[in-house]
Nanobody
C-alpha cells in the first residue's frame, strides 16, 4: 500500500522560506515521477513542480526562480524548497508519486502572511 506523508508546512512572513518534505512508503519509487501540487481556497489543484527519476524538473511559471524541487531516491523522499514566499503562495500543498496512477499525500498547509 502506497503512502505519502508530508511535513514542513506552517506560517511564514512574506519573503520567508519553508522546506516541504514528502516521504513515500509501500514501494520503491526511484523510477517514478514525483512532485507537488497546491490548492488554494476556491481554486483548482494546480501543479507547482515535478521531478523525473533522472532529476529533470518542471515548474509552474508562478514559482520559477523561487522554488526548487529535489529528491533523495535512497529515502523515497521528495523536497520542495520555497524561498521569497508571497501571500499568493498560501495553499494546501500535496505531494504525489506517479506509479501507473497518482498517489497523493494528505496535504500540508502553507500560509504566507504578516
Amino acid at each position: 500500500q502506497v503512502q505519502l506523508v508530508e511535513s514542513g508546512g506552517g506560517l511564514v512572513q512574506p519573503g520567508g522560506s519553508l522546506r516541504l518534505s514528502c516521504a513515500a512508503s509501500g514501494g520503491i519509487f526511484s523510477l517514478n515521477a514525483m512532485g507537488w501540487y497546491r490548492q488554494a481556497p476556491g481554486e483548482q489543484r494546480r501543479l507547482v513542480a515535478s521531478i523525473t527519476s533522472g532529476g529533470g524538473t518542471n515548474y509552474a511559471d508562478s514559482v520559477m526562480g523561487r522554488f526548487t524541487i529535489s529528491r533523495d531516491n535512497a529515502k523515497n523522499t521528495v523536497y520542495l524548497q520555497m524561498n521569497s514566499l508571497k501571500p499568493g503562495d498560501t495553499a494546501v500543498y500535496y505531494c504525489y508519486v506517479f506509479a501507473r496512477t497518482y498517489y497523493w499525500g494528505q496535504g500540508t498547509q502553507v500560509t504566507v502572511s504578516s
